[in-house]
Structures are given as structure tokens and as C-alpha cells.
């Protein structure tokens, strides 16, 4: 059993993106900027939110942090919204999710220009990735498929299995994971909460993505041997032995599963230092206008 190791594997890919942006700036370009919305004080949020920042840092990105009372209206997000749009300095945009209930993700997701949407959450973005145009691709897969091909694992005809079909995670991962590319080319199956018999579906598997966020869902009895596991959730479970009184479970029991498998991503340090590389590496992107060219009225 391999454990694939995101956290490596990631600041591997952080170390490559630095290098792109001191090569950026040696050619007199503009550094890649990303602005990331935070809407009240939830405190996964905010972890998640500083982390982004930080890793901003780290590869000598710009970063804006707005961060908005949980009251906000969303008549007033929305403006802060169309302000950084139109922001040239700016060239990524993330609005941390969820949002508070008065708010709709859709219409916020919906105001984020396509060029500058570096979550790929917004229906251009993802009707091109689904079209195989290019795109941003949500963090979250982006940085799974990055995984799989750093550690050259073979997709190609393998049955996939994906739990959980939430906008984010699974829907774009089984599309993906079936697209004719490498990773891909996968028969998939997408299980979710009214799939009969989960367990009837995982025991068919090569490839199994468990992103439902059920802490140890996934248990050794329902793969075969040799499978590769990835491990999307991340919940918080209390745990009185910790200072913090939490400590962080994935969807999948290691326990019980690791030894049945070939490969297998760790929680923490699998799939979350993987999503995190992956929304820079979009946000470089943004910055050199890779899939949206700006267009020339000569042209
Ligand atoms: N909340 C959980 N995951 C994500 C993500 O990838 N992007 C944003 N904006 N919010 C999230």
C-alpha cells in the first residue's frame, strides 16, 4: 500500500508555481493576485480562508482578503463582488462557501466574471469543462486528478466509483474521471443518498472517491483488494484529547481500509494540500489569461 501524499506532492506543485511567477515578473508581468470573500465567522471558513492567503505568500502571489459581518446583505456581496471584478489588478476571485442562508450561492457564484472565476464554479466554467474546453476546474478535483498523475496511476478503463454527487466534489469529479483524457477514461459510477446498495457498487471498484462527508464511511469490508482510496471529507469530530477539542476525520475508516489498498490519500494531508495547490495553480492562470484570450476589437 502506497499512501499518496498530497502534502509533498503539493508543495512540490507550489515550488513550481514560484518559479513560474519569478519568471513572470523577470519578463516586467503583472503578479497573479487572488482575492478571496469571507462571509461571516464560521471557523472551518475562516481556516480554510487564511490558509489560502498564506499559500498566496508562499509562491509570491498578491492577496485580498474581504471579509464581510455574517449580516451582509446580499445586495452588498454582490456589489463587492462587481467591484472586484473590475478590479484589473485582481485576477482570481473566490467567495468562501457556504454562505449564510439569506444569501444565494447561486446568484453570487452567477455575478463572478468566468475569467476571473478560479473556484470553476460558475455554469461557464463548467459547461466548458464538460464540453472539454478549457476551464477552471474546482479545486477540490483539479487537485485529485493532479494526484493521480503525479503518482502515474493507471485510469484508463479502470471502473471509478464516486460517493456523494455535491456540486463542488462529486458531480465535476465523475465528469472528469469519464472524460477521454489521461487521468480519465474511466467507467463511472456516481453513488449518492438515495443510491440502494452502496456497498454493492464499491466492491466493483478499482478507483473508489468518497466525498459524502460522513466521517469512516467507507470500511474495509466494502472494496476489493487492490483498490485505490481517495479521501474527500474532512469533518471535524470532537476529541476530547486534543487542545483544540476537535480532531479531523475523513469519509473513509483507514483502518480498516488501508491494508486492502493499493493506493490510499491520508486526512489531513491527502486531498486538502492537493485543492489548495490547485486554486493557484488556476489563479496563475488567470493571471497569464490562459483559456479566456482577451480579445482585440482589430482582431
Ligand atoms: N467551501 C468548501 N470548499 C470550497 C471551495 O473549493 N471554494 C469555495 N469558494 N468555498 C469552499
Partial sequence: M??????????QIKLEIAGE?????????????LAAVLVGVDGASQTYVNSKVKDCEQVGFGSTLV???????????????????????????IVQLPLPDHISVQKVTEMIRPEK?????????????????PAYIAATPFGIVQLLDRYQIETSGKHCVIIGRSDIVGTPMSILMARKANPGNCTVTLCHSRTQDIKAHT??????????????FLTGDMIKQGTVVVDVGISRVPDATKKRGYGLKG???????????SFITPVPGGVGPM?????????????????????????
Fill in 2 to 11: 502506497t499512501i499518496l501524499d498530497g502534502k509533498k506532492t503539493s508543495e
Fill in 21 to 33: 511567477v519569478r519568471q513572470l515578473i523577470s519578463e516586467g508581468k503583472k503578479v497573479p493576485h
Fill in 67 to 93: 471579509r464581510l459581518a455574517a449580516d451582509t446583505s446580499e445586495q452588498l456581496l454582490l456589489e463587492a463582488v462587481r467591484e472586484i471584478n473590475d478590479d484589473e489588478d485582481i485576477d482570481g476571485i
Fill in 117 to 133: 472565476d478560479v473556484d470553476g464554479f460558475h455554469p461557464v466554467n463548467v459547461g466548458r469543462m464538460v464540453k472539454g474546453l
Fill in 203 to 216: 466492491l466493483q471498484a478499482d478507483i473508489v472517491i468518497a466525498a459524502l462527508g460522513k466521517p469512516g
Fill in 251 to 261: 469519509d473513509v475508516d483507514f483502518e480498516s481500509v488501508s491494508p486492502k489498498c
Fill in 275 to 299: 485543492t489548495r495547490a490547485a486554486l493557484l495553480w488556476n489563479t496563475l492562470q488567470a493571471a497569464k489569461n490562459s483559456f479566456y484570450k482577451p480579445v482585440s476589437i482589430t482582431d
